[in-house]
């Protein structure tokens, strides 16, 4: 669906980061965790391409927004006012998170990929699923938005590399004390690409299936372009997906990292 939504709320939570929250009740109904929305950021050239933000989160009929203000286009999404109108393509991407019936998850996720893993907490929560969550972020300016968890009941453990907050190090510490205390049922993870890599890894390691969020630079945003072409690899060999229509969420095992 491609349609101007009402901003609600716009505020930073962190000096690079911005939250929009949206009044969208028609994807709000619809959208799974791991979708994600193509967002018109502006006139001049960045009317030409939208920008691929994750649906972070779903209270009731409104979608919020977490999202770096990294160039042009986030800039001016992150200038919108409570009232402002924001062209919206959305819910878009197939390949979602899924999640298992019973069990217990672990969220692993990596600076603003704690973006789209809080819509699949709130998810997860609802269904009855027992989550964790480790958290990692370069430093405390990096740090935001955990509340969202904490709110949900979910036990959150951060790693920063510079030790600002909890333990020093990569968010792999506290995943893989958490997989030697005990087996969940399966990871989900959003964060940068060699934090993914690692997370596979450890997953495949400790016998855990594992579903990762990938990015890509984006134009269409649905499948038309092949701008967004991903190497994946199953049994009989290499091939190419698109991160927009068949991701962004991969299986693990599947993602071809050392391309
Ligand atoms: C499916 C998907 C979901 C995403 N969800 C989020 C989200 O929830 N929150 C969030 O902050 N970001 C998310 N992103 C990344 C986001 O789309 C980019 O940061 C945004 O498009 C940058 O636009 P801009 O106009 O601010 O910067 P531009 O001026 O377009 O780019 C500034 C610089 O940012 C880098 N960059 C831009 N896009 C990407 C990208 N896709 N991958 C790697 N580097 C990039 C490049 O180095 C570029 O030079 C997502 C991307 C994808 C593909
Ligand atoms: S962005 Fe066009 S095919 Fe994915």
């Known amino acids: ?20 929250t949206v009044l969208a009740p028609e994807v709000a109904e619809i959208c799974k ?45 992150a200038d919108r006012k409570q009232g402002d109108l924001v062209d919206i393509m959305a819910p878009l991407g197939s390949g979602c998170y899924e999640l298992p019936e019973n069990g217990n998850i672990i969220i692993a996720a990596g600076g603003i990929g704690l973006a789209p893993v809080i819509h699949l907490a709130q998810v997860a ?10 958290f990692g972020a370069r430093d405390k300016d990096n740090v935001y938005c955990l509340e969202e968890l ?7 453990q951060v790693a920063t590399e510079d030790g600002s907050v909890g ?15 005990e087996k ?30 990938m990015e890509e630079r ?20 290499t091939h190419y997906k698109n991160v927009c229509s068949d991701g962004p969420v991969f299986k693990g095992e599947e993602v071809f990292f050392d391309e």
């Open 218 to 237: 984006m134009a269409c945003g649905v499948g038309a372009c092949k701008g967004c072409v991903t190497t994946v690899k199953d049994a009989n060999g």
């Open 184 to 213: 969940p049922t399966g990871i989900f993870s959003c964060g940068p690409v060699p934090m993914l890599k690692a997370v596979v890894k450890l997953a495949k390691q400790y016998g855990v299936p594992v579903q990762v969020s």
């Open 125 to 134: 929560v609802a269904k009855g699923l027992t989550v964790s969550m480790v």
């Open 1 to 20: 669906m491609k349609k101007e939504f009402t901003v609600v709320e716009a505020r930073m939570v962190a000096p690079h980061v911005a939250s929009l």
């Open 150 to 156: 904490e709110r949900l009941g979910i036990p959150v």
């Open 33 to 77: 965790p791991g979708q994600f929305a193509h967002v018109y950021c502006g006139g001049g050239v960045y009317s030409l391409t939208r920008r691929p933000l994750s649906i972070s989160k779903v209270e009731g009929d409104k979608l919020g927004f977490l999202f770096h203000v990294k160039g042009e286009g986030t800039k001016w999404l």
């Open 167 to 181: 333990g020093r190090g990569f968010v792999t510490a506290p995943l893989e004390r958490a997989l030697q205390a």
